[in-house]
């Protein structure tokens, strides 16, 4: 059954562990946007290297308050920066550990949303497809069609305050994530 508008919630993870990280703020721009659900950070700063050995039973302590927070809240959103043209090792890392047990997975039947900010000029294009190429493998239900590219992102923050000054990309930012709030809903006619 599709979560109510007033009770839905989402968490928010950084796929930078940067404590200055532009997507960090990018992030905490989010729930000042949208105030009609709640937003819940999820850090993925303490989890292990992925390691089967260490993935029986609830896994590691890190990993299952992880596990245990993806699977509280009614969707993701993932706002990440882009290295060496794709994915960052950290995020991966963290995504292979909601992808497993393969059947229980957080990740699994999970809305996720995309959102990648870079100084450079693609906006983070490629680390979003293979972010999105990995969810679904997970069978995550990534919210399609619509995307969320940051470029020059230097331009578009106040460093000093952490805040994302600009009008255009906050107009932006807030679309895709009413257009998220709806996917969560429609998702669940898919199962
Ligand atoms: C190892 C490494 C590789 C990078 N590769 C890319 C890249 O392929 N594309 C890009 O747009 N930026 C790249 N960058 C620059 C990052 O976008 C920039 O450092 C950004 O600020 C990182 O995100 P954060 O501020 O949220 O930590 C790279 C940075 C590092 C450290």
């Known amino acids: 059954m599709a979560p109510d508008a007033g009770t839905k919630k989402v968490g928010l993870i950084v ?10 703020i990018i992030a905490a721009a989010i729930p000042e946007l949208e105030e009609s659900i709640s937003f819940e950070p999820i ?7 992925y390691n089967e050995d260490l993935d029986h039973g609830d896994g590691p302590e890190p990993v299952q308050r992880y596990r245990e927070a993806i699977k509280r809240v009614d969707g993701i959103i993932i706002v990440s920066p882009e290295y060496n043209s794709g994915i960052p ?18 990740l699994r039947k999970k809305p996720v949303g995309l959102v990648g900010a870079t100084p450079g000029v693609k906006g983070t294009i490629q680390s979003q497809q293979q972010i999105r190429q ?38 932006y930012l807030k679309r895709y994530v009413q257009q998220f709030i709806l996917w969560i809903d429609q998702v669940h006619t898919l199962d």
């Open 15 to 24: 796929g930078s562990l940067r404590e200055h990280s532009f997507n960090r």
């Open 134 to 171: 990995t969810l679904e493998a997970i069978q995550a239900y990534v919210l399609p069609f619509q995307k969320m590219y940051i470029s020059q992102v230097m331009d578009k923050v106040d460093v000093e305050r952490r805040v994302l000054t600009d009008e255009t990309t906050r107009k």
């Open 43 to 49: 850090s993925i700063a303490d989890l292990p290297l």
């Open 89 to 106: 090792g950290v995020l991966k890392n963290a995504l292979d550990w909601a992808s497993t047990p393969s059947k229980t997975a957080a």
